[in-house]
Nanobody, 122 residues
Framework: QVRLVESGGGLVQAGDSLRLSCAAS????????MGWFRQAPGKEREFVST???????YYADSVKGRFTISRDNAKNTIYLQINSLKPEDTAVYYC????????????????WGQGTQVTVSS
């Protein structure tokens, strides 16, 4: 059974940095494409970033240059480094395991974590 557990969120000020973690069990993070999504209050869950098995990475235009996705195979964990945080980055951040389809769609991911809250004050 796949289990994904996010951590690392918190209340920060604009301009700060955070590193979110997603610890996986039941799958090897280097054997599947893994993604990060976020959901702000009153909005739909949106794509943030994905890392493929071959380590290719993709980012939403809104986060390019500030967010970095990475993977630690030994710890079976993926990370999302977030720099220069903005109030509009406030959301619950979710990691997910890809199952097929468009990388940018929530429907392409079959297993999800419970999320970690990131709140950015101005």
């Amino acid at each position: 059974q796949v289990r994904l557990v996010e951590s690392g969120g918190g209340l920060v000020q604009a301009g700060d940095s955070l590193r979110l973690s997603c610890a996986a069990s039941g799958l090897a993070v280097n054997s599947v494409t893994m993604g990060w999504f976020r959901q702000a209050p009153g909005k739909e869950r949106e794509f943030v970033s994905t890392i493929r098995r071959n380590s290719d990475t993709y980012y939403a235009d809104s986060v390019k240059g500030r967010f970095t996705i990475s993977r630690d195979n030994a710890k079976n964990t993926i990370y999302l480094q977030i720099n220069s945080l903005k109030p509009e980055d406030t959301a619950v951040y979710y990691c997910a395991a890809y199952r097929g389809g468009s990388y940018y769609s929530t429907n392409a991911y079959g297993s999800w974590g419970q999320g970690t809250q990131v709140t950015v004050s101005s």
